[in-house]
């Protein structure tokens, strides 16, 4: 488009200009055949550049609400997807943050205790305890407590206190066991196989995990009926399809031996028990609640010992669950039956097994390998056991009161065991070293070295050994250097 010559001094004014009265592209005062010319003669510019400005103006403001909007418009969608995106990470990396957690918290743990200056610089000035630090002999002989508040027996299921577990094989009537104990609780009943109870109605909570759902809501109303039990009882149960297993919650962290399984179940099962009031709560059995490595007493411990006992005392409710024997071993006997690491019987308030008796079909032995807060009973009976009689058509188990409840010859030890004692008898008229006692135990039952210290530990656990001094055994009632 050709240049007007008229402005080709300062500011050459060469751009095309749209001219708002007409609408039409030219150069300004040559072609411009509007009313602008017209009304502003020869030279224009200034008016027509005011009336531009003007124009532009006026729609700059109708478009600007518009042109607001949609900036808003356009800011919340990036807000919105930029919350969605991070709400997104965060329930991707809520277990990894978790896990996290809980290794910063034991590693902070173990750097505090290796830095105690700092530790005591950080922390505050701990209160100087108001009581002795020891007492003498006599003030610790004048010492009272209250009774232990066990749900059953001297010490059986204790409330606020450690877990009771009953072992056994598969089908031997664990769950029958258990049913009836929990029914007469509930019932209020004054003692069950000649032990006491509160004699009030006792609230549970009951946890099955094995086998079918239906079958067991079936099972539990049919032995209630037996026992002669109607109505309606206090006792709650899972609901259905309710998620308890292991498979459904984070994974352990590798290496630390911490699977949080149970801090998860707690968590749930804290509210439930608040919720129902229970006090006592039934896991049926326990590999259903946690898949660690049960062979790991450190593991154990931390993932099953230490939550149940911490809730069990902020909650004052008592624990038992159920637990299978290992698969059949001639080397193992007594509580070594049990599944897993020694301490699952070292940290229990009370430590049973339910087994097949010798006296027929329907005989059942009940063996008690610990009770933490009370004696042993049948002291007269070693090792410590009651016979007892199993109706597994009604699901109820009694007392076994029949003079030969016992069967033929009663109960007699396992011969492998008898045969260790043989072999101390018989290798040391006082006592016997380790070493040498399980080089004749591996050559008298032509064992591998794992397996006779097996059979040797069972055999002191039996009592038919004892320990003599370090790295010594010896029979019981041996004369000879005090055991230890």
Not at 338 to 352: L, P, T
């Amino acid at each position: 488009m050709p240049a007007s010559s008229e402005f080709s001094g300062n500011g050459d004014l060469r751009a095309a200009l749209l001219c708002a009265p007409c609408h039409t592209h030219h150069e300004l005062h040559e072609d411009c055949r509007c009313s602008l010319r017209e009304r502003h003669g020869e030279h224009p510019h200034s008016a027509h550049m005011a009336l531009l400005a003007t124009e532009y103006a006026r729609r700059e403001e109708e478009e600007r609400p518009a042109r607001e909007t949609h900036e808003r418009e356009v800011a919340r969608e990036f807000r919105e997807a930029a919350e969605r995106k991070e709400a997104e990470h965060v329930r991707e990396l809520a277990p990894v943050l978790r896990t996290l957690e809980r290794l910063g918290d034991k590693i902070g743990d173990k750097i505090a205790a290796a830095m105690p200056g700092k530790e005591a610089a950080a922390a505050p000035a701990a209160e100087t305890p108001s009581g002795p630090l020891v007492v003498t002999w006599d003030e610790f002989m004048a010492e009272t407590f209250p009774p232990v508040p066990s749900l059953w027996g001297d010490a059986f299921l204790v409330k606020g206190g450690s877990y009771t577990v009953l072992g056994g094989d598969t089908g031997v009537g664990k769950t029958i066991f258990t049913a009836n104990l929990i029914l007469a609780l509930a019932e209020g009943r004054d003692s069950f196989l000649g032990f006491p109870l509160p004699g009030r109605p006792v609230r549970s909570l009951f946890l099955e995990a094995e086998g079918s759902r239906p079958k067991f809501r079936d099972w539990i109303r049919h032995i209630a009926e037996s026992l002669g039990i109607k109505g309606s009882l206090p006792i709650s149960f899972h609901a259905r399809d309710a998620e308890l297993l292991i498979s459904n919650l984070p994974p352990m962290i590798e290496g630390q031996g911490i699977p949080p399984a149970l801090e998860k179940i707690a968590e749930v099962m804290g509210a439930e028990i608040e919720k129902t009031g229970a006090e006592i709560v039934f896991l049926d059995p326990i590999g259903r609640f946690w898949s660690g490595n049960e062979n790991s007493a450190a593991e154990w411990r931390a993932a099953i010992t230490a939550p149940l006992a911490k809730l069990s005392t902020l909650r004052n409710v008592a624990f038992m669950f159920s637990d299978h024997y290992v698969k059949p071993n001639e080397f193992r006997s007594g509580q070594h039956k049990v599944r897993g690491s020694g301490a699952k019987i070292q940290d229990a308030g009370c430590a049973m097994r339910l087994e097949v008796g010798k006296a027929g079909k329907a005989s059942r032995v009940l063996f008690f390998d610990r009770v933490r807060d009370g004696a042993l009973p049948f002291p007269d009976r070693d090792p410590s056991r009651m016979p007892l009689l199993i109706d597994t058509a009604a699901g109820t188990i009694v007392l076994d009161e029949r003079a030969d409840a016992e069967g033929a010859g009663g109960y007699v030890e396992d011969s492998r065991v008898a045969g260790v004692r043989a072999l101390v008898e018989k290798l040391g008229p006082t006592r016997v070293s380790t070493a040498q006692l399980r080089l004749a135990v591996m050559s008298g039952f032509d064992l591998e070295k794992s397996r006779a210290t097996d059979l040797i530990s069972t055999a002191k656990s039996a009592g038919a050994i004892e320990s003599a001094g370090l790295g010594y055994y010896r029979v019981p009632g041996t004369l000879g250097p005090r055991a230890v």
